[in-house]
C-alpha cells in the first residue's frame, strides 16, 4: 500500500512522530471518535486507518449519500434540528427538486453542488468526495499542524523566561554591586567589611530566590 494509494500514511507517520518527541498520550491524541466526527468517516474505518491497514472504499454516489446524512445528523439547526431539503437547497443554491434527489440519493452532485453543499454546512471542501484516506490525511494533517504550532509557542514561552531569567540576574548583580560599593566607601576596606558585604550579598541572593 503505497502513499499515493493512501495518502494519510504520511500524516499519521509525522503525526506519531510528533507524539513521540512530545511524550503525548497516544489515545487521546489518536482518539478515532473525534477523527470519525470531523470526517464523516465510520468509526471501524477510521480505526483501520490509524493501524495502518487499507481503507475499504465506496461507490462515489453511495459515499455522498452517506455523508449528506451523517452532515444531517450531526451538523442540525440551532434548534437541534435536522436542516429539511428546502434549506439545504436554499441555504446551497439549488432547487427543492435538486436537493430532495440529492438527499435521497437519487442523484450524484456536480463537484459544483457538492461544494455549495459544504459551505452550507461549513465543512472543508472535498468533505463529500473525498476518498476515506484523503479524508483522513485531511484530518491528521490538521493535528499535525496544532502540535507544530503548540511546540513553536512553547518554545517561545521557554525564550521569554529564559530572558526574564538573565534579566533578573543582572538587575541582582547590578544591585550587589551598588550595595559593595557603597559599603566600602562608608566603612572604609577592611576583612570586616569584605566579610560583611559577602554576607550581605548572600542575604540579597536568597531574598531574590525566595
Not at 38 to 48: D, H, N
Request: charged letters at 25%; a neutral charge.
Amino acid at each position: 500500500m503505497t502513499d499515493e494509494a493512501s495518502p494519510h500514511l504520511k500524516s499519521l507517520a509525522r503525526l506519531q512522530d510528533l507524539i513521540v518527541k512530545a511524550d503525548l498520550d497516544w489515545a487521546i491524541v489518536l482518539d478515532p471518535g473525534p477523527l470519525a466526527l470531523s470526517t464523516g468517516l465510520p468509526l471501524s474505518v477510521v480505526a483501520m486507518g490509524l493501524h495502518g491497514r487499507e481503507m475499504p472504499l465506496m461507490d462515489l454516489h453511495k459515499q455522498v449519500h452517506q455523508r449528506l446524512a451523517f452532515l444531517r445528523s450531526h451538523r442540525p439547526r440551532p434548534d437541534g434540528k435536522p436542516y429539511s431539503q428546502k434549506e439545504i437547497g436554499a441555504g446551497a443554491g439549488l432547487t427543492s427538486q435538486w436537493s430532495g434527489q440529492l438527499l435521497n440519493g437519487g442523484k450524484k452532485p456536480s463537484l459544483e453542488h457538492a461544494a455549495r453543499i459544504e459551505d452550507f454546512f461549513g465543512v472543508p471542501r472535498g468533505f463529500l468526495t473525498a476518498t476515506p484516506s484523503q479524508a483522513l490525511d485531511r484530518a491528521l494533517s490538521e493535528k499535525v499542524a496544532e502540535l507544530q504550532d503548540a511546540q513553536v509557542a512553547a518554545l517561545q514561552h521557554a525564550n521569554e523566561r529564559l530572558m526574564a531569567e538573565r534579566d533578573r540576574q543582572e538587575a541582582l548583580l547590578q544591585q550587589c554591586e551598588r550595595s559593595r560599593v557603597k559599603s566600602i566607601s562608608f566603612r572604609g576596606p577592611s576583612s570586616q567589611v569584605k566579610r560583611e558585604v559577602l554576607e550581605e550579598l548572600l542575604a540579597s541572593i536568597a531574598d531574590e530566590e525566595a
